[in-house]
């Protein structure tokens, strides 16, 4: 097993969060200088039923909605439960708690250091991006989704 290159850290509420409170979380957080990458965790929002007698049907739910980090529109295809932060130094981790605990007022949460994210290019990676894959990419691959990952500009 390889050693991260960079601290890694999860932020982990109580609860789900809705898109209001994760995208004032996202923007307080992404907007610290030395992140390298976020990723966001939680249940699926399929736009329709995925399973079981309503299967294909509209699946309404008002979760599912856009919103915006620094300059980017994000469209939500998951309830936000983590958000894994890989930084660039661990003294970024200290700002994050700060950050953490200014916004988490109603409910608790804890932040847990670690290593979440893969750092070296897994098969899945080869299989999507290639041999020359960004680096920013790797260990974030879903090999079912089509779409690419969103990139949040504007931040700092």
């Keep these: 097993m390889t050693e991260a290159r960079y601290p890694q850290c999860r932020i982990v509420p109580v609860r789900i969060l ?10 307080a957080v992404a907007g610290i200088s030395g992140i390298r990458r976020l990723m966001i965790n939680g249940p699926s929002l399929p736009a329709t039923v995925p399973y079981g007698p309503a299967r294909g049907k509209p699946n309404p739910n008002t979760n599912r909605t856009t919103i915006t980090v620094g300059d980017t529109e994000v469209k939500l295809r998951v309830q936000v439960g983590m958000v894994t932060a890989e930084v660039t130094d661990a003294s970024v981790i200290a700002h994050i708690k700060t950050t953490c605990d200014g916004i988490f007022t109603t409910f608790p949460y804890q932040l847990q250091e670690g290593q979440f994210m893969k750092t070296q290019p897994t098969l899945t990676d080869y299989a999507k991006y290639g041999p020359h894959a960004d680096e920013a990419f790797i260990g974030l691959t879903d090999p079912r989704r089509k779409e690419p990952p969103v990139i949040i500009q504007g931040l700092h």
């Design 18 to 27: 809705g898109p209001d409170t994760a995208e004032r979380l996202l923007n």
